[in-house]
Nanobody, 123 residues
Framework: QVQLVESGGGLVQAGNSLRLSCAAS????????MGWFRQAPGKERESVAA????????VYADSVKGRFTISRDNSKNTVYLQMNSLKPEDTAVYYC????????????????WGQGTQVTVSS
């Protein structure tokens, strides 16, 4: 199993940047593909980005492509989400998740989830 703790959320103005971190416990972090997901109030959870266990493969939702970058540091058991050019519609609770399979935007493939971190983008 793996336990996940997100950090780095906060309140920012539109156009600014934030970097989210997700720290994982356990010695097998490097075996997991990792994903970021988000859920805005009153909306369904949606995928944001995913990265393979090696970091060599990434995939993004169309809504964040070109603005967000997912990366990982297996030596630190941490995955990151760099968010640039933030928009008010990016406001949501952001969750990281771990999967024993490939990097995918399909949330059912992720059995392990963090508690989330709030990101609020003001206009």
């Amino acid at each position: 199993q793996v336990q996940l703790v997100e950090s780095g959320g906060g309140l920012v103005q539109a156009g600014n940047s934030l970097r989210l971190s997700c720290a994982a416990s356990g010695r097998t972090f490097s075996r997991y593909a990792m994903g970021w997901f988000r859920q805005a109030p009153g909306k369904e959870r949606e995928s944001v980005a995913a990265i393979s266990w090696s970091g060599g493969s990434t995939v993004y939702a169309d809504s964040v492509k070109g603005r967000f970058t997912i990366s990982r540091d297996n030596s630190k058991n941490t995955v990151y989400l760099q968010m640039n050019s933030l928009k008010p519609e990016d406001t949501a609770v952001y969750y990281c998740a771990a999967s024993g399979g490939i990097a995918t935007l399909r949330s059912p493939e992720y059995p392990y989830w963090g508690q989330g971190t709030q990101v609020t983008v003001s206009s």
